[in-house]
C-alpha cells in the first residue's frame, strides 16, 4: 500500500560543539553536508521541508522553508514544525547532520506506514530511532500537549501510541554498516567522516 509521506530535514539545531556555526554548511567532500540529503529526498520524496529558524541560509535548495512554531528548540519541535506544514498525511524525517543516508533505509521506513499506525522506527544496536523515522500527521495533537507540558523526549511521546520498530537485523540488511545512521555531533566526527573541520 502506497501512502503518500513528505520528506523533512531538521536543521534547527544549535551547533553548540561547533560554537554555534551552522554545521549543516561544513564541507564534506566537496560539498556542504547537508546537500547530498536534499539530493536524496529530491529522489524519493515529492514534498521537501527543511525546518530551520535561519531560513535565509537555505534559500538555495528547491524545498519548502519552515521555521518551529513553538519557541524551545528541540528535534521534536521541529518534528511538529513538519507534520504541521507537510503536504502529505505522513513525513519521513532526518536531521541535517547525518549525510550517509541510505535510499534503501527510507524506502524500508515508509513501506511500513499503514493508515493505522502513528510512527515507524528503525531500530539499531543501540536501540530505535527517532531521527530516522516516519511519523503520522494525525499525531500533532499529542505532540503540542507534550511540547506545551515542556516534555521532549520523542520515544516517550510515542511510548503509548501505535509504533511499528523494524527489526535491527533487517535494518542491517540494507545498511550493513549503519552509515545512515552517522550524525556529525562533534568535531572529531566531522574528522571521521572526511570533512573539514573548524580551525
Same mark, same amino acid.
Given at each position: 500500500?502506497?501512502?503518500?509521506?513528505?520528506?523533512?530535514?531538521?536543521?534547527?539545531?544549535?551547533?553548540?560543539?561547533?560554537?554555534?556555526?551552522?554545521?549543516?554548511?561544513?564541507?564534506?567532500?566537496?560539498?556542504?553536508?547537508?546537500?547530498?540529503?536534499?539530493?536524496?529526498?529530491?529522489?524519493?520524496?515529492?514534498?521537501? =521541508?527543511? *525546518?530551520?529558524?535561519?531560513? #535565509?541560509?537555505?534559500?538555495?535548495?528547491?524545498?519548502?522553508? $519552515?521555521?518551529?512554531?513553538?519557541? /524551545?528548540?528541540?528535534?521534536?519541535?521541529?518534528?511538529?514544525?513538519?507534520?504541521?506544514?507537510?503536504?502529505?498525511?505522513?513525513?519521513?524525517?532526518?536531521?541535517?547532520?547525518?549525510?550517509?543516508?541510505?535510499?534503501?533505509?527510507?524506502?524500508?521506513?515508509?513501506?511500513?506506514?499503514?493508515?493505522?499506525?502513528?510512527?515507524?522506527?528503525?531500530?539499531?544496536?543501540?536501540?530505535?530511532?527517532?531521527?530516522?523515522?516516519?511519523?503520522?500527521?494525525?499525531? =500533532?495533537? *499529542?505532540?503540542?500537549?507534550? #511540547?506545551?507540558?515542556?516534555?521532549?523526549?520523542?520515544?516517550? $511521546?510515542?511510548?503509548?501510541?501505535? /509504533?511499528?520498530?523494524?527489526?535491527?537485523?533487517?535494518?542491517?540488511?540494507?545498511?550493513?554498516?549503519?552509515?545512515?545512521?552517522?550524525?556529525?555531533?562533534?568535531?572529531?566526527?566531522?574528522?571521521?567522516?572526511?570533512?573539514?573541520?573548524?580551525?
Amino acid at each position: 500500500m502506497d501512502i503518500a509521506c513528505s520528506g523533512v530535514i531538521l536543521a534547527g539545531g544549535l551547533s553548540s560543539r561547533f560554537q554555534g556555526r551552522n554545521k549543516a554548511f561544513f564541507e564534506l567532500n566537496g560539498r556542504c553536508i547537508i546537500d547530498p540529503i536534499v539530493d536524496l529526498f529530491r529522489s524519493v520524496f515529492d514534498d521537501i =521541508l527543511i *525546518v530551520t529558524n535561519t531560513p #535565509l541560509e537555505y534559500q538555495r535548495y528547491d524545498a519548502t522553508l $519552515v521555521s518551529d512554531i513553538f519557541s /524551545v528548540r528541540s528535534s521534536l519541535t521541529g518534528i511538529h514544525a513538519g507534520l504541521f506544514y507537510a503536504q502529505n498525511p505522513y513525513v519521513f524525517v532526518a536531521a541535517c547532520d547525518t549525510p550517509f543516508i541510505r535510499k534503501e533505509i527510507i524506502q524500508l521506513v515508509i513501506s511500513k506506514i499503514r493508515p493505522d499506525i502513528d510512527a515507524v522506527m528503525p531500530e539499531t544496536p543501540s536501540g530505535t530511532e527517532p531521527l530516522l523515522a516516519a511519523y503520522a500527521k494525525s499525531t =500533532l495533537p *499529542v505532540i503540542e500537549r507534550h #511540547l506545551k507540558q515542556e516534555k521532549f523526549k520523542i520515544k516517550k $511521546v510515542f511510548k503509548k501510541l501505535r /509504533v511499528v520498530t523494524i527489526s535491527k537485523e533487517r535494518v542491517l540488511e540494507q545498511d550493513p554498516e549503519l552509515r545512515s545512521f552517522f550524525n556529525i555531533n562533534t568535531a572529531d566526527d566531522l574528522d571521521r567522516a572526511g570533512g573539514k573541520r573548524l580551525k
